[in-house]
């Protein structure tokens, strides 16, 4: 069984800064790809970043790209990983959830639009944004 615990979530001003992490315990296998997923309230789950492990390539949903960065402690083999959010908006605004598949590389990258291809999801950490 596989656990995934987010932490750091919170209250920013737009245009701040905030970094999320999720700690991924249990048997984990193969799961390279790791991603952040988020759901404003009303709202369907949507994709944020993924990051596969295989060869540290990252892929990013339009509306993040340039100020959201997801990282992996490579130290820690795909145990910890990360979600720096620069520059927020209101819109950034939900629940974040952390989430880890034994995807191959393409399949990695579609799971921003498919959160059905997910094997593990946290259980979410809340980020609040005031303008």
């Known amino acids: 069984q596989v656990e995934l615990e987010e932490s750091g979530g919170g209250s920013v001003q737009a245009g701040g800064s905030l970094r999320l992490s999720c700690a991924v315990s249990?048997?984990?296998?193969?799961?390279?790809?790791m991603g952040w997923f988020r759901q404003a309230p009303g709202k369907e789950r949507e994709g944020v970043a993924t990051?596969?492990?295989?060869?540290?390539?990252?892929?990013?949903a339009d509306s993040v790209k340039g100020r959201f960065t997801i990282t992996r402690d490579r130290a820690n083999w795909a145990r910890t990983f990360y979600l720096q959010m620069s520059n927020v908006r209101p819109e950034d605004a939900g629940t974040y959830y952390c989430?880890?598949?034994?995807?191959?590389?393409?399949?990695?990258?579609?799971?921003?639009?498919?959160?059905?291809?997910?094997?593990?999801w946290g259980k979410g950490t809340l980020v609040t944004i005031s303008s």
């Open positions: 990051i596969f492990a295989g060869d540290e390539s990252t892929h990013y």
């Open positions: 989430a880890v598949s034994t995807l191959s590389l393409p399949y990695c990258r579609q799971s921003l639009n498919r959160t059905d291809y997910i094997n593990d």
């Open positions: 249990g048997r984990t296998g193969i799961r390279n790809c």
